[in-house]
């Protein structure tokens, strides 16, 4: 699988800035500075996201729309909105800021998928034919956990949080690279214990897990009944 070309499209404050097309979406959700905008980058293969060493930085939907060739569901171009959520478990401003960016989380994933305005810019044939009628919906994510912390309270909710929204989501552990051989297979074997499945390994400073990650991507995407 191959990425063509990605690309910032917008920022939104709720539900009424999510693009309207029928591009599908796949929201990054974690803790705050679990390293999701560095991932966002790695799997781009360019620094289209701003990451910072300050928690709690990003505040807003930020939408990025990739297009890729190939990968499970058959070969050919199609598109995808990697959408960067607000990080939960610390926001500059306290408590109220906390619950205003939970609140823009959850506005997201309770957004139905709308039919295009007159005047937006369709989605191609060839993606129309190659993406499920129900794929833009916003109910799939990845759950970024630092694998150097696996058995966080504060992510066994998020987990939580989005299986009473209906979100359906795979485990992603971030910084790898960051244990030793025996960290790894502890706090993975930890990780698939506390949520119920495998956790996928990926590094965003070697590259570790960026392929099998597009591959995970792409099979919830493209092959959706």
Known sequence: MKVLSAEFVTSAAQASGIPIDDVPRMAL??????GKSSLLNALCR????????????????????VSLDGGPGGAGRWSL???DLPGYGYARGGGDAAAELAGIAEGYFRSNHRRPERGAEPASESERRRVPANAGRSGQALLLVDSRHPNLPIDREAGNWLERLGVEYRIVATKIDKLSRGERAKNLKLLETTFSTAALPVSAANGEGMDELWRTIARLLRTAE
């Open 81 to 83: 909105y990697l959408v």
């Open 29 to 34: 959700v974690g803790r705050s500075n679990v």
């Open 46 to 65: 360019s620094k289209i996201a701003r990451t910072s060493a300050m928690p709690g930085k990003t505040r807003l939907l930020n939408f990025y729309r």
